[in-house]
């Protein structure tokens, strides 16, 4: 075997390797686009774990609120990654109408997943609520109208929506592949038409 | 209409839409209050206007170009600042079409095709405004955090740097191809009469650049000083005296840097005794890596590829031509050069500014340039349909990187379809 050919397999196994070894995966963002809420403040997310199943303490997330853009954030760290055992949607503490269109999940700057808050919001997403009044989606409309009064108003996500989550994490494979293919086309068609 | 006038009235309204479309995007980002455009117009201007705040206002923005036009315009023609400002960034925006005009012009000259194409105009407007390609779904931006791309339309003093990173580009290639070969004839300039002059205008070019926004030439010296220095050893390893006759050229090369070297550093100087950008106890700083830049996207990777799409097709398609020739290789350190500061360098207090992305951006500006030589100049020994079909997937390609940039111009601009 000639240096040149071992030269190719070692750029061939780091090529490999840069794809297929796991760096860290991304942060899960869950968006709601709202088209009106009276107070927009105190949204938070909470979670439970493999490790602390109950909810409460320090395992929530703040929504970022984006009034310009009629958006609240949540920010999943990618340490939760396939670790998130239930979650909870907290409202804020007012009598008000939080009227939502849709709900992105997305990782790696891809959208995972869409839908619309008339279909993310019905039973087969969510398990209980508290504090909540009433959950409307007026026939021929996707925007959802969450009721909330009480001191304490959230809705338990079910395990079909905490998979979903869970499964959203990115590991940025496929932009490891695109760019790892990127890099081996240029260096074997470089070769390819020297030698021609 | 003859040819000529018909061709002449295509570069003519494509300059003019280039510079309309400059202006009303001050105009735009003068209502967003968190804008660069605010803050130059708003805060830097209005102190560098007063005598007694103008070493508060130089401190602020030592890199004045911009901001000397604009005050040129207020004072001298009594032009409202936000109006002024319009017109300084239509001056820009102008100046840089035409520089992209004079490049993609002289490329096609030089590999003996239509000069009075179209495409030429097309292209030019093209590369001042084209975007990453991006979609809803594929969102490679944290909601309202700015895109890394050549052409980033809010801020006004890294577009006025683009017209001379043109020239720069093309004064570097061509010095470089004189010294390298004593029969070479330049592609942009007439090289082959000397090149004092064309030392001269690279000197004066690289200084203007600095005076304008010096990121661009905080990546490009080091980039230009990394391949002479790699082409001084390989010449010293022949051991026949030519590198020691490669060291000759260097240093003139470098002389060429040493003004705009001198500003830069003036300009760090400003920053700190002046209490400009580090006046609140803020330096600059090495970050983890890639910190600064996962602060604008989650995946980082991606959205090297959605800049550049157009720059990495045609690499797959010109590798050759791409990588042997003098401006794909320039580019490429460049980006190597600019990627390493965005990935490793920050600014203490305000890491979120993002303000050694800067340098990254003009190099990918100048991958672009160098996809644009490769494939306009790079000539088929054979007529191949298939070879045809990939040129035309590249065109494309750059065509939809102009059209993300004229759907940002429309959302920009709030223009209802």
Redesign the interface.
């Known amino acids: 075997m000639n240096k040149k050919k071992i030269l190719y397999a070692v750029i061939a196994i780091f090529l490999i390797a840069f794809c297929v070894i796991p760096f860290h995966s991304?942060?899960c963002?869950v968006?709601l686009h709202y088209s009106d809420i009276d107070e927009a403040d105190s949204f938070y997310l909470l979670y439970a774990t493999k490790e602390e199943a109950e909810f409460g303490g320090d395992k929530l997330i703040e929504g970022v609120v984006?009034p310009?853009?009629h958006?609240i954030?949540f920010i999943i760290p990618s340490e939760l990654s396939g670790d998130i055992t239930a979650l909870r949607l907290d409202f804020p503490v007012a009598d008000q109408a939080v009227s939502l269109d849709s709900v992105f999940v997305?990782?790696?700057?891809?959208?995972r997943k869409?839908y619309g808050a008339n279909v993310f919001f019905s039973p087969k997403y969510y398990s209980g609520t508290n504090g909540i009044d009433a959950i409307q989606t007026p026939q021929t409309e996707i925007e959802t109208y969450i009721l909330t009064s009480g001191t304490d108003p959230y809705i338990v996500l079910s395990d079909e929506a905490v998979k979903v989550i869970n499964r959203s994490f990115?590991s940025?494979f496929v932009?490891?592949l695109?760019?790892s293919l990127?890099i081996g086309?240029?260096i074997f068609?470089?070769h390819k038409?020297?030698r021609s | 209409m003859s040819v000529k006038k018909r061709d002449f009235a295509a570069a003519i309204i494509f300059g003019l839409l280039t510079a309309y479309l400059s202006y009303r995007i001050v105009e735009a980002e003068l209502s967003n209050m968190v804008s660069d455009y605010t803050g130059h117009v708003y805060v830097y201007l209005p102190l560098l206007l007063k005598k007694e705040t103008f070493t508060q206002g130089l401190g602020a923005a030592p890199y004045f170009l911009w901001h000397l036009i604009t005050i040129a315009g207020y004072k001298l023609f009594g032009i409202p600042l936000e109006y002024a400002a319009g017109y300084t960034n239509s001056l820009f925006g102008i100046f840089t079409y035409i520089t992209v005009y004079f490049f993609v012009y002289s490329l096609y000259k030089k590999s003996g095709r239509d000069v009075g194409s179209i495409m030429i105009p097309l292209i030019s407007f093209g590369m001042c405004i084209l975007q990453p390609i991006s979609a809803?779904?594929?969102?490679?931006?944290i909601?309202?955090a700015a895109p890394i791309t050549p052409n980033p339309l809010s801020n006004p003093t890294y577009l006025a740097t683009r017209g001379f990173a043109v020239l720069a580009f093309c004064l570097v290639l061509d010095i470089w191809g004189k010294q390298e070969s004593d029969d070479y004839k330049g592609i942009f300039f007439k090289v082959e009469n000397g090149l004092t002059r064309y030392y001269i205008a690279l000197s004066v070019v690289l200084l203007l650049s600095v005076l304008a926004k010096p990121t661009f030439v905080e990546m490009f010296i080091p980039a230009v000083g990394i391949m002479m220095l790699f082409k001084w050893a390989k010449e010293g390893s022949k051991k026949d005296g030519s590198g020691k006759k490669y060291f000759g050229i260097l240093l003139k090369t470098f002389l060429t840097a040493v003004p705009a070297i001198l500003i830069v550093f003036a300009q760090f100087l400003m920053y700190f005794i002046f209490g400009g950008s580090y006046g609140d106890g803020g330096s600059v700083v090495v970050t983890p890596f890639l910190k600064v830049w996962r602060m604008f996207?989650?995946?980082v990777?991606?959205?090297?590829?959605l800049a550049l799409l157009f720059v990495?097709f045609t690499?797959?398609i010109r590798?050759?031509t791409f990588?042997d020739s003098n401006a794909g290789r320039l580019a490429l350190t460049c980006f190597g050069v600019g990627f390493l500061q965005a990935a490793f360098l920050g600014e203490s207090t305000k890491l979120g500014h993002g303000d050694f992305m800067w340098p990254l951006m003009s190099a990918m500006f100048l991958l672009f340039l160098a996809a644009l030589t490769a494939l306009i100049l790079h000539k088929e020994k054979e007529d191949r349909p298939a070879k045809d079909a990939l040129t035309f997937t590249a065109w494309t390609i750059f065509a939809l990187h102009v059209f993300c940039g004229v759907l940002l111009i429309i959302e920009e601009l709030s223009i209802k379809l």
């Open positions: 991304s942060n963002i968006r984006n310009d853009r958006v954030e997305l990782a790696g700057s891809i959208v869409s990115s940025f932009t490891k695109l760019i990127f086309g240029c068609l470089y038409e020297k | 809803k779904w594929m969102n490679a931006w909601l309202d996207t989650d995946n990777g991606l959205s090297i590829i990495m690499m797959l590798t050759v990588i």
